[in-house]
């Protein structure tokens, strides 16, 4: 069983920023591929919002380009979200992706965060 805790969330005014988190924790973690972060707004479909290989490659919806950084940590199986410049649109419940694979059976498992609320007032 994988658990992917996230954190950082919350309630900020237009052009602030918010930096989330979303950490990997299993004693079953042979290692994680791609890693990414997801949102869905009250009413709308789950949309990508940013991802990253594990040698550090990243893509970005057009919506978040310039304005959003995705970054990994892979000792701390940990993969982040700084948001800058935000917009009362990139108000949503923001989830991290992880495909990580495990061991006993070694198998890849696609895990998913709990979700965290991020909030931007105009």
């Known amino acids: 069983q994988v658990q992917l805790v996230e954190s950082g969330g919350g309630l900020v005014q237009a052009g602030g920023s918010l930096r989330l988190s979303c950490a990997a924790a299993s004693r079953s973690i042979f290692s994680i591929n791609d890693m990414a972060w997801y949102r869905q707004a009250p009413g709308k479909q789950r949309e990508l919002v940013a991802t990253?290989?594990?040698?550090?490659?990243?893509n970005y919806a057009d919506s978040v380009k310039g304005r959003f950084t995705i970054s990994r940590d892979n000792a701390k199986n940990t993969v982040y979200l700084q948001m800058n410049s935000l917009k009362p649109e990139d108000t949503a419940v923001y989830y991290c992706?992880?495909?990580?694979?495990?061991?006993?059976?070694?198998?890849?498992?696609?895990?998913w965060g709990q979700g965290t609320q991020v909030t931007v007032s105009s």
């Open positions: 990253i290989t594990r040698g550090g490659t990243t």
């Open positions: 992706y992880a495909g990580i694979i495990i061991t006993t059976p070694v198998r890849l498992v696609d895990s």
